[in-house]
Structure formats: C-alpha cells, structure tokens
C-alpha cells in the first residue's frame, strides 16, 4: 500500500507543507520561525505522521466553491491531512494495520493519537482545519473545558481526540474574526444542536444586514465586534457583551462560562515595538480555549470584599490563528488588561503585547441570567461572611468559585459534596433541576463551606436561589445566630436569602 | 439555608451555638457589626457599579473593526 509514514521532526512537518501547499519554502520558514509549532508538538511528544491525500476537507470545500473557482489561476480543490501519533512505527507496520482489523498497532494509534492538521493548497494561508490535543492538566492547574472529542477515520481505522478544532485565516474568505467565531461555533455546534457554519458562511451572514464600509469578499477589513455579534445570532445563539478592560471582570466572566464548556471570543488590541518604539498593530480576535489556574493560597481579594478563585487565574489558553492553537497569553500586571502573546517572533515587531477590550460569549437561549446577577449575590453573602470571619475558623481566608454548569456537571459534582445527614445525595441528585444552573461555593481550603446554587434559566427577578448550602456547621450557628439578631447584617442577607426559592 | 446536621445537633453543639448567639448580639449591639460592614459595603458597591458598567453596551466600540 502506497502509504506515506514519516518519522517527526520539525523539518519533516516543514517539507510537508512545502510539499501540499502552494506556499514558497521561505514562507513556510518564516511562519514556523515562531517555533510555535515546534515547542507544541515537543511538549505533546508527537513521533510519527501519518499523510493522508488527497483529502476533502468541507469547510475549504465551501471557500473553495465561493471563491477560489472563479479565479483565472488554478487552485486545486483537495488538501492534505496530516495525522499525528505520539508512538513510532513505520510504513510497513502501518499499511499491515490498515488491512487487518485485529492487528494489535491499532490499539496503539487510538492511545498516542494526537490530532491532526489539514494543509490547503494555497500560496500563504496553509493551515486548515486543525484539530490537536490540547496539553495535559498538570496537576489541575490547566483546564480545557471547551474541549469536545472529535472523530477522525484514517483509512478505515477509527480514531478520536479531545480537541477545539482552529483554522488559519484565508484573508479571502476569513480574517481573524471569522476564524475565531469559526472555532467557537464548532464547540458551540455540538453542544448547542446548531449547524457548522464554513468560514465564507459566517463572513457572509455577518456582513448580511450590516455592510462594511469596503466589499465583504475578500474578507480584507474583517468584522466589527457588531458583526460578530450579528453572526452569533444567526447561528441561533445569544451573543454577551462583557467589557475587558479589567482584567478582574475578564478573569471572572472567562471561569464562570468558558468552565462550562463555551468557548469565548476575546477581542483585544496589540501593540509592538518597532525600532524600539511601541505602536498600535490593530484589534485581533481569538477564542479563549481555556485557562491556566495555579495552586496557592486564596487569592487576594482584588474584586470587592471577597476573594475570587479566578484571581489566580494566570493565563488563558486561545486559538489565535497567527499563532497556532491553544497558545498562551499570560495576565501582566496593570490596568487596562494587559497580556503577552506569542506575536512577533520572526514578525515585523517585538514584544508584541495584547491590551483585552472585551469578550463575547455565544450562550444557548436558555442560558438567560448573566454571570453578573449571581456575583452580586455572592458578593452580598461573601460581604456578610468576612464580617462574620472573627467567630469562626472556618470563615477566616474563604475563597470563592462561581461558575456555569449544565444539570449534568451539577449532578457529578454533587458526589464530592461533603455528605449530608441523611448519608447520600439522593435529594439533591433526584430534584427536579433546570438545564443551566449558576454555582457558587465558597471553600476554605479544600473544604467546602457554603453553596449557592441558581436557576440560569429564570427571569431576573425571579426567586431564583434553587439551594443555598451551609456545609459546615459553626458557620451555620453564626449565620443562625445573625438572622435571629434584628441588625443591618440580618438585613442584607435576608436580601439574598429572599431570591431563595421556596 | 439548610445545613447537613441542622435536624441531628448534639448537645455541646447545642451549647456552642447558644455562645455564638450571644456573641453575636454582643456584636450587634456594641455597634461592632456596623463598623465591620461599612467598608466592606463600600468594596461590595464599587465591585457591582464596574460589573454593572462592563456589560454595558458602548456603540462606537462595538463598530470598531477586527481585522489582524
């Protein structure tokens, strides 16, 4: 069997590029220059590739038939695909798996799966649908909740890998925005039940009632965030607006959705440095994939009287299609919110910096009550109970989480409650509980003090609090004690208490 | 509020949660309580007022243009 398996090294993924793109060799150097890609498939300790081509890809497909057609060059309509194995075997090994079904590399290929990468056969914009493993959780500190598992099929042999699929820009049919809302979409697509839009798809349908100021095709001048916005909603999903320029709100906004599994489209300016002079290079836009959180102590309490955990939220992880999926970019102190990027290297400018400007989170209808309402709550509850710390331990240094989760996450979660009277969690487990739920947990350590759990389904003014949780017992006697005693403590968690459901 | 052992206290529970009442209307009463929650409502205000300001919509920033 004619198959082509290649031992990986960063020169070898080189040539392949060479090989199945238009690109000019000295291109190809210039965008790996970054060692983007290098560092990335050394810390997945990818081996071999496997090539599949010629492959039909449907979203270069669709781009193709909207515009590379009707060009007087000839552009071909098939890609490559370059499949990715942390184990090494060779071509003979592998044309044998391909014809026996039982043969035992088949297991092998599953396990060291690690993705793959379609190349387009274009001059510049190479990089197709990719689809790679993210890094590993080390130890926690990673989380990649936008993740969803991904089939891919190599000649018969069935393979699978946890992944947010990315693509490059075209700058013909997608500039960054449409890549990003690309990416999201494919996570929001599955999770959501709506359709996977192609990249000249959602140009066209943002620009459909809002035209820019130049033509849409070639997608030169990209989107306003209006227009994002715009292609959310017609992809049947509500696009939240949420103001980045403190990094505390965007740190907030990023663990409360993106811990739920929804991608968010982060739209931030860069800045460079030119002959040693820093300039505005203009406003990007990536998906936040996500994030990096580091163990430590409860964090400083820098939004409000209470410490939230996604303070010690340090980076995001975003599909940045100038960079390459799952890229870093690390919180620097400051305010506005600053960040690093992985811009720059073997570019025009140095020390490329993103300042964030906002974040837009394409949110299923029912998910109705943003992250705000349940925050002012908690910050109501965190308020009372730093008040409070004096009388008893347990609320000295409480750090709280606030987060989205589907009735399922909830419902895994429940297990690692602590264990009520009653000896199970059957009451909780078996209640009648909407699809989206808003959780908020104060922990002391790891131990968990009090949760706050509330219908994201509801109206606003609803009674919406559907459990509030004491876990720990002298807590409970205070907060007794407090509501018993007529006071402007009682009265301000009896604000809180009366949006409990009865 | 619920608590996992609000039906089933023991007796020196019982008595720690009596001592805790009266501290707390000690608490109350000297006007200790008001004094602890001024500043902490004034950290509380300032943090809903940004919340409250960062989802509201800014039309010349919404019509700017990403394209990098």
């Not at chain 1, 705000?372 to 709550?377: A, G, H, R, V």
């Amino acid at each position: 069997v004619g198959i082509d398996v290649q031992a990986y090294s960063i020169g070898a993924f080189q040539a392949l590029l060479e090989k199945y793109s238009s690109a000019t060799p000295a291109l190809i150097t210039k965008k790996l220059e970054s060692r983007y890609y290098e560092d990335y498939f050394a810390a997945t300790a990818v081996k071999t590739i496997v090539i599949e081509e010629p492959y039909v890809d449907r979203d270069y497909l669709d781009d193709f038939s909207a515009y590379y057609v009707k060009c007087f060059h000839e552009y071909r309509r098939h890609c490559a695909r370059l499949h990715f194995f942390r184990e090494q075997f060779d071509a003979v090994a592998f044309s044998n798996c391909v014809c026996d079904k039982g043969a035992p590399l088949r297991t092998v290929l599953a396990d060291s799966y690690a993705g793959f990468v379609v190349v387009r056969p274009l001059p510049r914009t190479i990089i197709g649908r990719t689809c790679l493993m993210h890094y590993d959780d080390d130890g926690g500190r990673r989380s990649f909740p936008t993740a969803i598992d991904w089939n891919a099929n190599l000649f018969g042999i069935p393979l699978a890998v946890t992944t947010v699929p990315f693509q490059e820009q075209d700058r013909v049919t997608a500039a960054c925005a449409t890549s990003a809302l690309w990416s999201a979409f494919q996570v929001t697509g599955l999770r959501f039940q709506h359709g996977l839009p192609s990249p000249v798809e959602i140009t066209r349908t943002a620009t459909q009632r809002m035209p820019l100021r130049s033509r849409a095709l070639p997608n030169a001048d990209g989107l306003t965030i209006e227009q994002m916005a715009h292609a959310i909603s017609m992809a049947g999903l509500e696009p939240y607006y949420v103001d980045a320029t403190r990094a505390a709100i965007l740190r907030a906004a990023v663990r409360a959705y993106v811990s739920a599994g929804i991608p968010a489209l982060l739209i931030f300016q860069l800045t460079g440095e030119k002959a040693g002079v820093r300039e505005v290079i203009g406003l990007h836009a990536a998906t936040v994939t996500g994030f990096s959180t580091p163990p430590g102590a409860a964090s400083t309490g820098q939004f409000g009287p209470v410490s939230l955990r996604s303070e010690r939220m340090d980076k995001l992880y975003v599909h940045d299609d100038q960079v390459g999926p799952h890229a870093r970019m690390e919180f620097l102190t400051g305010t506005p919110t600053q960040m690093s990027t992985s811009w720059g290297l073997g570019g025009q400018h140095a020390n490329v910096l993103a300042r964030a400007e906002c974040v837009l989170f394409p949110l299923y209808n029912k998910i109705r009550i943003p992250f705000s309402q349940p925050l002012e709550d908690l910050l109501t509850v965190g308020m009372v109970l730093r008040a409070l710390a004096p009388f008893t331990a347990s609320l000295q240094g409480l750090e709280w989480d606030l987060r989205l989760a589907t009735i399922s996450q909830f419902r895994d979660d429940l297990h690692s409650w602590p264990t009520p009277a009653s000896n199970d969690h059957s009451e909780l487990l078996s209640k009648n509980l909407p699809r989206f739920l808003w959780v908020a947990t104060a922990w002391n350590g790891n131990a968990r003090i009090v949760d706050m759990v509330f219908d994201a389904t509801d109206i606003e003014s609803g009674r919406y609090i559907l459990i509030f949780r004491i876990h720990d017992s002298s807590v409970e006697a205070v907060l007794r004690a407090v509501t018993a005693t007529p006071s402007s403590l009682a009265s301000v968690l009896q604000s809180v208490l009366d949006k409990v459901a009865t | 509020m619920s608590s996992k052992k609000s039906h089933d206290m023991t007796a020196n529970e019982q008595n720690a949660a009596t001592a805790v009442a009266e501290q707390i209307r000690e608490f109350v009463s000297s006007g200790k309580a008001d004094s602890a929650l001024a500043p902490l409502r004034d950290e509380r205000d300032s943090a809903v007022s940004e919340l409250r300001r960062a989802q509201e919509l800014d039309p010349n920033k919404l019509r700017r243009t990403v394209s990098i």
